[in-house]
């Protein structure tokens, strides 16, 4: 195991090429172009050209990549094209935000979503199957900037519970990890709901409940255990996805979060901060499936990876 | 003899069969919810298919003089700025979500699980390889993916499906591979590999069907989240349920009652792709 997450920690250096190598021709590959969308629509040919050779998009994109490449080996992601500022300066500012936004609502999702799915698996068919299954069906169907809207207009206009937007205290958490993580609670109810479903019905389950053992023992021990890989798994994506994906939810709660600064940076063609951003939302994905990786060899042993 | 021999079999074959039939069919009545979610697939998918014989005539052509006018008999969900039916708008709009919907999870699927039965069934270098690549799409929202592969292979409807359809790839690669790391070490997969039986048998015919749950669940959840995506990301003009809630423009210009409900449309839709 010790050379598995060796080799894996060393795969992130490629990863991370491969990463920024796909995305330099990506970008360049997208239509609109940055000088254009930097210097205004009143701007004269002079003047974008004038960006564009500042920028050092004159330049052909292989050098443009390599100049790019030796900045990172020195771990400098350049200046954002919009805002001058060093793009790891903006990232760094952004990130806690997305990071506490996320966790909350992983953690929200995960503590009502398994529970609930159990439920629904262990009464199929009855009247707690049905709450949950329809719950989980309005938290999937719902548009996530709706669900934003109306919390806000019930909290924080009508009854001035919570704050409608913003950051500072824990109040400003709950709306918006509440929004994203009622998505990712239905995910997850209705994943734990069908794979304990199945565990149940095995052999394994019928033998630890006739060897006497507590439905408690017989549900957590060995129903869940078995069931736990699918549901580590869409936990683990979910959040990847919370961590880059929260670009609605972190715009209806006015929410400092990486999402957002991609979609802006990615609406003005800012080329240093859509790369710095992803680099960074590539370092976060490794992490979390390296973590689920090795949780699964911890929750099945029969799992090795050497 | 023979001929005994065959009639038996094909009797027990139609007995089978007929019993499968009549145990999922009392399975299905078991589960109300089930059954409703049936209910409302069968009239997504007719109402789809006879949108001409439902709202005959154009659904995006304007009609200024009725522009925001309340639900009637004719309308039931009122109309919008331009005077065109929002109820005739989301039953037309709902052939499109419907392709959406069904390309972009075939894409998935496709490529995905075949990916994710090899990942996680030869394991070692295979697997390494293939998730690396998998992290290496991961970290591109899947926005950005769609943009940037909508860019290379033109817009238009096939080429939006292939692009979301890509970026949903690495969800049911990672989905897959999870669960046949765990499979493969059952018994019956170690008795198929020890009669011979060939690799490929044993990922289509032992280990697949046993993972085919949380693919299931995936798949259910992938659609809706497909109409939202395309829903945000489509710059064209025809009706399209998703897309009626996500403009803005049209939700501001929807008749009052509904700028409260302006989700409906793609919660309908999302709902019944959901069930």
Redesign the interface.
């Given at each position: 195991m010790h050379n598995y997450l060796i080799?894996r920690l060393l795969?992130t250096i490629?990863?991370l090429i491969?990463?920024s190598l796909?995305?330099f021709f990506?970008?360049r590959?997208?239509?609109g172009d940055p000088a254009q969308v930097l210097a205004g629509q009143m701007a004269t040919p002079q003047e974008i050209e004038n960006i564009r050779h500042q920028l050092g998009l004159d330049r052909p994109v292989y050098e443009q990549y390599a100049i790019y490449m030796s900045r990172l080996v020195r771990l400098d992601l350049g200046r954002s094209a919009r805002t001058q500022n060093p793009v790891i300066d903006e990232i760094w500012a952004r990130l806690p935000n997305t990071l506490l936004l996320a966790v909350v609502a992983i953690t929200l999702a995960c503590l009502f979503g398994i529970p609930a799915g159990i439920l629904s698996a262990v009464r199929?068919?009855s009247w707690i199957?049905?709450l949950v299954?329809?719950s989980a069906?309005?938290g999937?169907?719902?548009?996530v900037f709706?669900?934003g809207l109306m919390l806000v207009v019930l909290f924080a206009v009508i009854l001035q519970w919570l704050p409608a937007g913003g950051t500072g205290s824990w109040q400003h958490v709950i709306l918006p990890s509440v929004t994203l993580a009622s998505f990712v609670v239905a995910?997850i109810a209705?994943?734990t709901r069908?794979?304990m479903?199945?565990t149940l019905s095995q052999d394994f389950t019928t033998t630890a409940r006739s060897k006497g053992l507590t439905e408690t023992v017989v549900i957590l021990k060995h129903a869940l255990k078995n069931a736990l890989?699918?549901i580590?798994?869409?936990v683990?994506?979910q959040f990847?996805f919370l961590l880059?994906?929260a670009?609605l939810t972190e715009t209806v709660f006015a929410w400092p979060g990486l999402?957002r600064l991609?979609y802006d940076s990615?609406s003005a063609r800012d080329y240093p901060m859509?790369q710095g951003t992803?680099?960074i939302?590539?370092l976060l994905?490794?992490f979390v499936?390296l973590v689920?990786d090795l949780i699964?060899a911890f929750v099945?042993p029969?799992?090795r990876?050497d | 003899m023979t001929e005994i021999k065959e009639n038996n079999v094909c009797q027990t074959g139609e007995w089978v069969t007929e019993n499968r039939f009549r145990r999922s069919w009392a399975k299905l009545k078991?589960?109300?919810?089930a059954l409703v979610g049936g209910v409302l697939i069968l009239v997504y998918v007719l109402s789809a298919f006879f949108a001409p014989v439902l709202f005959p005539g154009n659904p995006s052509a304007p009609n200024l003089i009725n522009s925001l006018e309340t639900p009637t008999f004719k309308d039931p969900l009122g109309t919008d700025e331009l005077g065109r039916s929002i109820l005739g708008r989301i039953i037309y709009g709902s052939r499109i979500s419907l392709l959406i919907a069904v390309g972009v999870v075939s894409v998935g699927i496709i490529l995905g699980i075949p990916l994710g039965l090899v990942s996680g069934y030869y394991?070692g270098k295979i697997?390494?390889g293939i998730?690396?690549?998998?992290?290496?799409m991961?970290?591109?929202?899947?926005?950005?993916l769609a943009?940037?592969l909508v860019?290379?292979l033109g817009v238009g409807l096939k080429n939006t499906v292939i692009s979301i359809g890509i970026s949903m790839v690495p969800?049911y690669i990672?989905?897959v591979r999870?669960?046949v790391?765990?499979v493969r070490?059952e018994d019956y997969v170690e008795a198929a590999r020890a009669v011979g039986t060939r690799d490929v048998i044993i990922l289509f015919r032992h280990i697949l069907p046993n993972v085919m749950?949380?693919i299931?669940?995936?798949t259910?959840?992938s659609m809706?989240m497909a109409i939202?995506f395309w829903a945000s990301g489509c710059s064209r003009p025809p009706p399209n349920g998703g897309r009626c809630?996500?403009r803005p423009g049209l939700t501001c210009s929807m008749h009052h009652m509904w700028r409260r409900f302006?989700?409906l449309p793609?919660?309908?839709q999302?709902?019944v792709s959901?069930?």
């Open positions: 080799k795969s490629p990863v491969g990463i796909l995305l990506m970008l590959m997208l239509p199929p068919y199957d049905y299954t329809i069906l309005f999937m169907s719902m548009p709706w669900l995910f209705r994943m069908s794979t479903l199945e890989i699918p580590i798994t869409v683990g994506l990847g880059g994906g670009v999402g991609l990615i859509i992803i680099l939302f590539g994905y490794i499936n689920v699964y099945d029969r799992i990876y | 078991r589960n109300k919810a394991g697997d390494f998730q690396r690549v998998t992290d290496t991961l970290a591109f929202p899947g926005f950005l943009l940037a860019a290379v969800m990672r989905l999870g669960c790391l765990s070490e749950v949380p299931t669940v995936q259910s959840l809706g939202l809630s996500v302006p989700a793609s919660f309908w999302c709902s959901t069930c």
